[in-house]
């Protein structure tokens, strides 16, 4: 099992920065996948950015060149750098660990939440 927790979020005017962290308790193997997905009010939780234990990441077209996802294996650890941060950034942010079992089937772990807030 594993239990995720987000810190970092709250609110930042337009053109600012935040950088969330999220910290894994429990055994993260080497094949699971950390990263970050989002959900604005009435809208579908949709992915920010991931990455491998190696390092592979991959990032929604919204927020490429802004946002920066990275991750210490060590620590268990991923976190996200988020530079030119717009309204439309807006939401619910959410940890996620995915562990593949098969090629087919997966378990997600998600953390609680961490609100962001861009306005001015």
């Known amino acids: 099992q594993v239990q995720l927790v987000e810190s970092g979020g709250g609110l930042v005017q337009p053109g600012g920065s935040l950088r969330l962290s999220c910290a894994a308790s429990g055994s993260i193997s080497s094949g699971d996948v950390m990263g970050w997905y989002r959900q604005a009010p009435g809208k579908q939780r949709d992915l920010v950015a991931d990455?491998?234990?190696?390092?592979?990441?991959n990032y929604a077209d919204s927020v490429k060149g802004r946002f920066t996802i990275s991750r210490d294996n060590a620590k268990s650890t991923v976190y996200l750098q988020m530079n030119s941060l717009k309204p439309e950034d807006t939401a619910v942010y959410y940890c996620?660990?995915?562990?593949?079992?098969?090629?087919?089937?997966?378990?997600?772990?998600w953390g609680q939440g961490t609100q962001v807030t861009v306005s001015s």
């Open positions: 996620n660990v995915r562990r593949w079992l098969s090629a087919m089937r997966a378990n997600d772990y």
């Open positions: 990455i491998t234990s190696s390092g592979s990441t």
